[in-house]
């Protein structure tokens, strides 16, 4: 079951965390994987391990938020793979801590442009290619913020609705053409992100902090990366197959049981 064997893979934002998870549990599951980042030392960081484990895996360098970028990386993936894309997973994405007032105009910019341009660009060129073939699945990762009312995360709440709503649309627009779209919504997952976060905010506190973050889902930990992935390879499966314009929320209960 989940077998993803003969099926190639886009993962954007697969250079670390979430993204980096999803890309070695596809490999696990026999997909060949095409990782794509903004840096080439995280693309290649999660190739190497995923040949590493004797996975299939290939690294491209794109900026999500750059249409040229992101043709030319999708362009480079179907050179390699005879012209085929299975599945793209829409991981990349930043983050923004700040309420109406305190967001600037530029931060809302740079949030629309790679959280909601990038999903875009990004689903655009895989379903043109999905169409062509006569199918695929669309994954895109959005947050428990598009659902409900979070502290301090104005713009990034903004740009996570917009993602749930275009996967709503993708999976709608495309159901006779054998597209599915879904997305999966976290609480709080500990990445690289939360520790660089705590780092910078709460110097000699990250410990106290981390714990009282973790303390906020009612499970009382974080997710870790490896959960969102498994409910990814799942999605993105076979076994799924009657599954599309769903949103399934991975919140240690964080919605329904606070």
Known sequence: MFSLT????????????????????????GAA???????EAATVDTVQSI???????????CDVASAASVRAAFDAVRARHGGRIDILVNN????HIGNLLGTEEADLDRLYAVNIKGVFLCAQEAVRTMVAQ???????????????????RFAYSMTKGAVETMT?????????????????????????FVDGYLAKNYPGQEQEM????????????????????????????DE????????????GGAVRLR
Do not use: W
């Open 92 to 95: 990349a994405g930043i983050a």
């Open 134 to 152: 006569g199918g695929g699945v669309v994954l895109n990762m959005c947050s428990i913020a598009s659902g409900m009312g979070l502290a301090d």
């Open 33 to 39: 994987v095409e990782v794509l980042d903004l840096t």
């Open 210 to 237: 981390f714990a009282k973050l973790s303390a906020a889902q009612p499970i009382g930990r974080m997710a870790r990366p490896e959960e969102i992935a498994a409910q990814a390879v799942y999605l993105c499966s």
């Open 51 to 61: 040949v590493a484990a004797g996975g299939q895996a290939q690294g491209q360098v």
């Open 6 to 29: 003969g099926k190639i893979a886009v993962v954007t934002g697969g250079g670390s965390g979430i993204g980096q998870a999803i890309a070695i549990a596809f490999a696990r599951q």
């Open 240 to 251: 799924a197959s009657f599954v599309t314009g769903s949103a399934y929320v991975i919140d």
């Open 168 to 192: 709503y649309s993708i999976a709608k627009d495309y159901i006779t053409q054998g597209i599915r779209c879904n997305c999966i919504c976290p609480a709080r997952v500990h990445t690289p």
